[in-house]
């Protein structure tokens, strides 16, 4: 292995997590050009002093070629990754199939795909075989790397197999795994052909995490209804072994938000949006344009507002900037279409020539520029039909200190559970309810702004992503020395 370093004084921390927080780019036969992409999890986990992190994650690209593949791991290395190399095929079958077609779409109440459900159903077992496939490539490289008293931290839905993995190569190596979606109730999951064999392999964890308590309790609930095991209030047991079931709802760097608002580049863009929008209320969405985040039913409550508030036509402006995902995708494609084709229309509706209701961007913001977004913002509209937990309504209301603007949240993101008392809480599918309460919020008093917000600041600013992970992180290292004094005893 071309992977080296120096023995940390601090505990090692591998996190697996699917992706590597880099894109890596090919430059020649043995050179590669990488960038970290600062995701949530990386901010999170550079955050964290008390343990020494290394990621092991597939980099996204093919590498069939050992030269490229041993010029790869030793870039990466630099930044303290480790590749797992998927050949495309297997890409196909458990990236593309069995964790986008069937997890996702499952553990977000959507059901499978419409259009090809059959063809879905048909290759439920080749996918669950490559999914399995994948995992164990993961705990390979896991095992390979792998040092006595290093704590293993593995991440989200492409992963629930590697748990059952990476114990069965070492039963004492300290195992969490950490779900990033949802987990739906046990009367959805009872639907998976692979449902039993999928809990196992995560019970074989010694720790599982979900954001919020309410997923907690239906992975306990399916674990009791669909395996017969019996559920305490510590979590799962099973013949005398306990695995521990906790909810640990993630946050944000959110000094990082608050710093970036002093940055001159983002303070003149603060003072070219308020130009540019003066005299109307700005109100924002930020999203992956994802079936997940209920884009359409955000923008046709915009347009019903718009209907029943005439007056408020050439206040408001709706800026909705959304990252295109999974963009090979049909089923995402016409996301795109059908989002396109209602701005289009409720631009046409109640455009003038100067002025448009809806700016839609297909795109990713930079972080200067979302930071000056959230700042400027009036009210922001967070309506996903299901979300784990939801990070933007959390930066929104970092940016926020001196506007003290409105957040109004899905009840179905796991945000709510924890910024509920000062958002508006919205059923998304509603559109009525949801057109009544963009009114509410452009017209609430700023007494009541004011406490709405400092409740979610006060949230927001205590439970940061580091905070997170370090509660994760040292609960399972409890969590195994308990399981021990209960084993000696
Ligand atoms: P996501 O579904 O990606 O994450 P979210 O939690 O909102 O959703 O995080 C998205 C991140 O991407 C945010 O940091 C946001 O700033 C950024 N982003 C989104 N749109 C952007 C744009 N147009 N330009 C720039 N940046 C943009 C998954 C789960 C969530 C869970 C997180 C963390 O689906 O429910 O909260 O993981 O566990």
């Known amino acids: 292995c071309e992977y080296q370093d120096a023995r940390p004084l601090r505990q090692r921390l591998l996190v697996v997590a699917n992706r590597l927080p880099v894109s890596a780019v090919r430059r020649g036969e043995d050179s590669w050009s990488l960038e970290i992409s600062a995701g949530g999890l990386v901010t999170a986990l550079l955050g964290v002093k008390e343990f020494e992190a290394r990621w092991i994650g597939w980099a996204g690209v093919n590498v069939p070629d050992e030269i490229g593949q041993k010029a790869l791991t030793r870039a990466l290395a630099e930044k303290r990754c480790i590749p797992v190399f998927l050949d495309e095929e297997i890409v ?274 930079d972080f200067h520029a979302l930071c000056a977004l959230y700042a400027v913002t009036d009210v922001a509209l967070v309506t996903s039909l299901r979300d784990g937990m939801n990070l933007v309504s959390y930066e929104f209301v970092a940016c926020q200190d001196s506007k003290k603007g409105v957040l109004i949240l899905s009840e179905f993101a796991g945000a709510a559970q924890s910024l509920g008392a000062g958002a508006i809480l919205v059923n998304p599918w509603n559109i009525t309810e949801v057109a009544d309460s963009i009114r509410q919020a452009l017209t609430m008093s700023c007494e009541e702004r004011e406490k709405r917000h400092r409740h979610n600041f006060a949230h927001v600013k205590t439970h940061t992503a580091q905070e997170w992970a370090e509660t994760f992180v040292s609960e399972l290292n409890d969590t195994v020395i308990e399981a021990q004094l209960r084993t000696r005893q």
């Open 92 to 365: 196909h079958q458990y990236y593309n199939g069995y964790c986008n077609n069937i997890l996702w779409p499952l553990f977000h109440y959507l059901g499978l795909p419409q259009e090809d459900r059959l063809a879905t159903t048909r290759s439920f077992q080749s996918q669950f075989a490559a999914y399995k496939k994948a995992n164990q490539m993961f705990a390979d490289v896991v095992n390979k790397h792998y040092e006595e008293g290093d704590v293993v931290w593995c991440h989200d839905y492409h992963l629930m197999f590697l748990p059952k993995c990476l114990k069965e190569y070492n039963s004492n190596m300290k195992v969490g795994w950490f779900l990033h979606t949802p987990f739906p109730s046990s009367e959805i999951h009872r639907t998976l052909p692979s449902r039993s064999e999928l809990l196992r392999s995560v019970l074989a964890a010694d720790l599982v995490g979900f954001h919020t308590y309410d997923y907690a309790r239906h992975f306990v609930s399916a674990c009791t209804r669909i395996l017969g095991l019996e559920g305490t209030p510590e979590g799962v047991e099973d013949q005398g072994r306990l695995t521990r079931v906790a909810a640990f709802p993630i946050g944000i760097d959110s000094d990082r938000f608050i710093r970036a608002l002093e940055v001159p580049q983002v303070q003149d863009h603060i003072k070219e949006l308020k130009e540019r929008f003066s005299g109307r209320k700005v109100m924002l969405g930020v999203d992956r344009l994802d079936m997940i985040k209920g884009i359409p039913q955000k923008i046709l409550a915009f347009e019903k507002f718009l209907e029943e508030n005439s007056h408020w036509r050439d206040k408001v402006v709706l800026l909705q900037i959304a990252v295109p995902t999974r963009t090979d995708v049909p089923e995402y494609q016409k996301l795109t279409s059908q989002v396109h084709e209602i701005v289009g229309r409720i631009n046409g509706r109640f455009g003038t020539l100067t002025a448009v209701p809806i700016h839609h961007l297909d795109r990713s913001l």
